[in-house]
């Protein structure tokens, strides 16, 4: 191997996922075939367009992949069409609203600072440039989410979408409810699952298909993929706001979505990424898979009850799905503090904004915690318990030598892959 710097360095890399714990919500360990088929000889195609409608030659294997991937994806979410080609979460939201808003065009979406998203209609982000975005969030009470305002608001206002899904939101969403809010006002509804995906297709958490005119997902996070984006719905449909052709002809909703992901915002698709989300479909679709996911739920209720044993604040006061936002103004230490800190000890979490936060956001008051990473490693609910003892260590005692001393020979009985 000629670059021994550069593959040092992801040794390197290996190592500090192998020795430490992962608790980061958005990230995963992919099975060994998901990999091999991302580092797949399948990197060097070109393939613009659809299968079976390419702007390349030569695409005859590819399009079988793409429509082997494609299918699986169907059957996952029980979806009727599907879009694999985006690179990112990101990328599908923004396909999404290229596709069935304008510029200008009012959306309403889950405030960043409550655990929504960037694409959600921050005004950091494309979502709050191009668009007029408003906002709801939780309650300051329970820490749940605000349907009053959030019907207010839309009602006011009256937004073409409303966008609904989180990045640090730890309930199910009543996906039901907003479908009837946005009917009033013919709005076109959107949620984003990107975190718990891997839960909603197999049926632990509500299903957004059902209510929603589109569904989009990352398929790296508790689908335990590539890093990339899909696009799904379970009834293609005409498009609401009667966009039109040149020749005057209303345009189902599927067409309008697939030209928003390319030519609309993406040049040629990544084939051997497309290869491995078919794998990670399939993976998806054993019975191996659902007793993973049921124990990502098991984990997180667990390691949720022993925080609050030890008197951490968990915002809505505990969690439905695979991750927990903590608030730790009670413990005098900012979210910042506590990412460092336990960095030194090989736990790595992501500081995080809570609602009502007195903290800016590269400070913050609070810390994302997910347990997606370390059930894919085998752990269980006993784990947990014995994580949120590393942490407190780290946080409280501030032993982080200590801390890292036995993380790391914890570590070693949980293998990142199993024969």
């Known amino acids: ?50 299968p079976g409608k390419r702007y390349y030659g030569g695409c005859v294997v590819v399009d079988e992949i793409e429509d082997l991937c494609r299918e699986r994806l169907k059957n996952l979410f029980d979806a009727s069409w599907v879009n694999v080609q985006p690179h ?107 975190h718990p995906s891997g839960l909603i297709s197999r049926g632990l958490l509500n299903d957004p298909l059902k209510h929603c005119h589109v569904v989009t997902s ?92 030890r008197d951490y604040q968990i915002i809505s006061g505990g969690t439905d799905n695979h991750l927990m936002l903590i608030d730790l103004r009670n413990k005098e230490i900012t979210g910042k503090e506590a990412e460092e800190n336990l960095g030194k000890a090989d736990i790595t979490i992501n500081k995080n904004m809570v609602p009502f936060d007195t903290q800016s956001p590269f400070v913050t008051s609070g810390m994302r915690i997910g347990t997606a990473a370390v059930t894919s490693r085998g752990m269980n609910e006993v784990d947990m318990v014995k994580i949120v003892d590393f942490i407190d260590k780290a946080l409280i005692n501030k032993d982080f030598l200590g801390v890292k001393k036995e993380v790391n020979g914890w570590a070693e009985k949980f293998p990142l892959h199993k024969k």
């Open 88 to 194: 990112s979460g990101a990328q599908a939201n923004a396909a999404v609203m290229l596709a069935l808003l304008n510029p200008g065009d009012k959306i309403l979406g889950f405030d960043l600072a409550h655990g929504g998203h960037l694409t959600h209609g921050s005004t950091v982000n494309f979502s709050g440039k191009i668009y007029k975005s408003f906002f709801y969030g939780v309650n300051k009470e329970d820490g749940l989410i605000d349907y009053n305002t959030l019907e207010e608001t839309a009602l006011k206002e009256k937004p073409k979408m409303i966008i609904c899904g989180a990045s640090s939101y730890s309930r199910d969403w009543d996906y039901k409810r907003i479908r009837e809010v946005a009917d009033k006002i013919n709005a076109f509804l959107l949620a984003d699952i990107a």
């Open 218 to 309: 990352t398929t790296h996070k508790t689908l335990r993929g590539p890093r990339g984006g899909i696009i799904m719905m379970r009834e293609d449909f005409d498009n609401p706001f009667g966009f039109k052709t040149p020749k005057g002809v209303i345009k189902k909703v599927s067409t309008l979505l697939d030209s928003g992901v390319f030519p609309g915002t993406q040049g040629g698709p990544l084939e051997h990424i497309i290869a491995a989300k078919a794998v990670a479909f399939k993976e998806a679709l054993s019975e191996d898979y659902l007793n993973y996911v049921i124990q990502v739920k098991k984990n997180a209720s667990a390691m949720a009850k022993e925080f609050i044993i």
């Open 1 to 50: 191997m000629e670059d021994k710097k550069l593959f040092n360095l992801i040794n390197l890399e290996k190592k500090r996922q192998t020795e430490g714990i992962e608790l980061i919500a958005s990230e995963n360990y992919a099975s060994e075939e998901v990999m091999a088929a991302s580092g797949s000889i399948l990197t060097n195609k070109y393939a613009e367009g659809l």
